[in-house]
């Protein structure tokens, strides 16, 4: 059974500083890993993804991967209460490319 | 331009009924998926297409499941004789290719009563 484990929260931080969200999986195989963010009764949204190890930024976000370790993080730099959601992370297969298994996700709330 | 679109947004259904949802993916998207979110939970994933291949329908959780997609575009997702456990919000996605960032639509929250 492929995993995919997120600590489910809720993560709290206070207005400007930096949340850090984990996610480890355990198919060694995976190749691309996908941060979505789901406000409640919302839908998923692509905040970012990432496919080689190191680290990606973009704006206020950073995903970081560690392939070794099999882990993948996002930290958001000053954080804003509008960033209060939950996060997934998500991770393809690697026998069948296009199926990505979800993590439950990390519900983050950042306190003005 | 345009994203994922679905429909209905709501639908409530007493148990026992069929129920049809449809997806328009993003266009030019030749990979379309759809995946069941329960109260809480992660994403479920359900059926894959891709362009004219078969579909991947190993997610389908029993054969009252059954999913089309007409025109390599729009697909509807069919469910026979609900169930109250069928009640959760059924997610669409696109992607431009298998193995792409996928988009997801705004999803169809179904209560089987």
């Known amino acids: 059974q492929k995993e995919v484990e997120q600590n489910s929260g809720p993560l709290s931080v206070p207005e400007g500083a930096i949340a850090s969200l984990n996610c480890t999986y355990s198919d060694r195989g995976s190749q691309s890993f996908f941060w979505y963010r789901q406000y409640s009764g919302k839908s998923p949204e692509l905040i970012m993804f990432i496919y080689s190890n190191g680290d990606k930024e973009d704006g206020r976000f950073t995903a970081q991967l560690n392939k070794a370790s099999q882990y993948v993080s996002l930290l958001i730099r000053d954080s804003q209460p509008s960033d209060s959601a939950t996060y997934l992370c998500a991770v393809n297969l690697a026998d069948s490319s296009y199926k990505l298994i979800f993590g439950s996700g990390t519900r983050l709330l950042v306190r003005p | 331009g345009a994203g994922v679109s679905q429909s209905p947004s709501n639908k409530v259904t007493e148990k026992g009924k069929d129920v049809e949802l449809r997806c328009d993916p993003i266009?030019?998207?030749?990979?379309l998926y759809w995946y069941r979110q329960s109260l809480g939970q992660g994403l479920e994933f359900l059926i894959y297409?891709?362009?004219?291949?078969?579909?991947?329908k190993s997610g389908l959780p029993s054969d009252r499941f059954s999913a089309e997609r007409t025109g390599g575009s729009v697909s509807t997702l069919t469910i026979q004789r609900t169930q109250q456990e069928d009640s959760a919000v059924y997610l669409c996605?696109?992607?431009?290719?298998?193995?792409?960032?996928?988009?997801f639509g705004p999803g169809t929250r179904l209560t089987v009563t």
């Open positions: 266009s030019g998207h030749t990979a």
């Open positions: 297409f891709q362009g004219n291949s078969a579909p991947d």
């Open positions: 996605a696109s992607s431009l290719e298998a193995e792409l960032e996928q988009y």
